[in-house]
């Protein structure tokens, strides 16, 4: 059998090898002049391969339509992607979190992985070649036929494998073009917008702390219109030129996203993130850590006192929140004046303005219609021999190696179906 995959990221790569190992003739298309180009990006260039959670664990780290996934997860798990890795000969190491990465720190040696594999199944890979459309009825001397019309050429096949990713990271060739051929031969497309994206603030104050990295406080997002929690985290975030980014704010944006009426709470900043810097000490605790500094400092001016509990830069706002003179001295500072800081730090705001571009976020929400694919084998309810993988489809996740598990799971799953 012919199989076409379109596009070389995780998903098609793993397509593209899956079908290969099952005796078929396999072409892979990729339009950028490398294969895996986004995936070299992933983990700040040491790709997070996958989570070292149980299989069973991960549906609960995809907001994005975690249930379609269940079949393809049990399918190929990532112990399945480990052994791939080992088998080419590649270990792994777990960091926290369980995140999995490459015992080499290099997302190149994942890369290298893929690349051998393809080279040693002869799968016969055309790059800096783009597909334009995929050929569904086509009558030749008589016969329909299927295939793909590149810039190029056109190439027949009895399958075909879309996986050409979201929108996400345009430079490494996710430019949405699956959507357009997808919706040419009949599919619906959702609304595709930025998930695992950073966040812009109203705040004047993240202009003094750009920046700056906290490790170990506690999130919320607040919807302030019902006083609701809509996701709460612990771990890393930092304070940039826009607004914020790191892991736990991230993850947060998969959640704002899909949260009722978002675009009109952020435009009417009723969209709080909400701090607890000092997550490890309850109020009492940290209100006798302060009065132990104040005590050590307490010839010093209240703006001098704080250099031991909090980071230089978050030292100014903090001052400025509880409305205490910077200038007055530490051993005149009040109970009620303590309570207020104390009160700040467990409660430090920020309002949220919206989300950055696509081209920032790291994964696309939205995408393929998944009640047009069949969840057990990827493929299309509408066309017959088109299947799906990756990105494309409406699915997505948090950090942490589940987008990535996605691409494996499904690709191994569109690769392996027969026609």
Not at 34 to 50: D, H, M, V
Not at 166 to 174: D, E, F, N, V
Request: glycine share 8%.
């Amino acid at each position: 059998m012919k199989v076409i995959v379109i596009g070389g990221g995780p998903a098609g790569m793993m397509a593209a090898i899956t079908a290969a190992e099952s005796d078929n003739q396999v072409t892979l298309i990729e339009k950028m002049t490398s294969l895996g180009k986004k995936l070299l990006i992933t983990g700040k260039g040491r790709c997070n391969i996958t989570s070292s959670l149980d299989i069973s664990k991960f549906i609960k780290n995809v907001p994005g339509n975690g249930r379609f996934l269940y079949s393809c997860f049990e399918q190929y798990t990532n112990k399945d992607i480990i052994q791939f890795l080992k088998k080419q000969g590649l270990e792994v190491k777990e960091e926290r979190g369980n995140r999995i990465f490459p015992i080499t720190d290099k997302a190149q040696d994942v890369l290298n992985c893929f690349i051998k594999k393809i080279e040693e199944l002869n799968i016969h890979t055309i790059l800096g070649e783009k597909v334009e459309k995929i050929l569904v009825n086509e009558t030749e001397n008589g016969k329909t036929v299927k295939g793909v019309k590149t810039n190029r050429q056109t190439i027949h096949a009895d399958k075909i494998i879309l996986a050409t990713g979201g929108k996400s990271y345009p430079l490494t060739g996710s430019t949405g073009d699956g959507y357009k051929i997808a919706k040419e031969i009949g599919h619906t497309v959702t609304t595709i917008k930025p998930s695992l994206v950073p966040l812009e603030t109203f705040d004047e104050k993240n202009k003094e702390l750009q920046g700056l990295s906290l490790k170990n406080i506690s999130i919320q997002f607040i919807d302030k219109t019902k006083n609701k929690i809509i996701y709460e985290d612990f771990g890393e975030m930092i304070f940039t030129h826009f607004g914020i980014s790191g892991p736990t704010i991230l993850s947060g944006s998969a959640h704002l996203v899909r949260y009722k009426n978002i675009e009109e709470l952020l435009k009417n900043h009723n969209i709080i993130l909400k701090i607890d810097l000092k997550p490890a000490l309850s109020p009492e605790k940290l209100d006798s850590r302060i009065l132990r500094d104040f005590e050590e400092e307490k010839n010093k001016q209240f703006k001098n006192s704080l250099d031991k509990l909090l980071p230089q830069k978050l030292i100014n706002p903090i001052i400025e929140e509880t409305g205490i003179n910077p200038t007055k001295q530490v051993n005149t500072v009040t109970k009620q004046e303590r309570q207020k800081i104390v009160q700040i730090l467990k409660n430090f705001e920020v309002t949220i303005k919206g989300f950055r571009p696509i081209e920032e976020a790291i994964i696309t929400s939205g995408g393929i219609n998944i009640k047009e694919i069949n969840p057990k084998t990827m493929e299309s309810k509408l066309v017959s021999g088109l299947y799906f993988a990756g990105e494309i489809i409406d699915v997505d996740s948090y950090t942490g190696g589940f987008n990535l598990q996605i691409a494996y799971s499904t690709g191994y799953v569109a690769g392996k179906g027969e026609v």
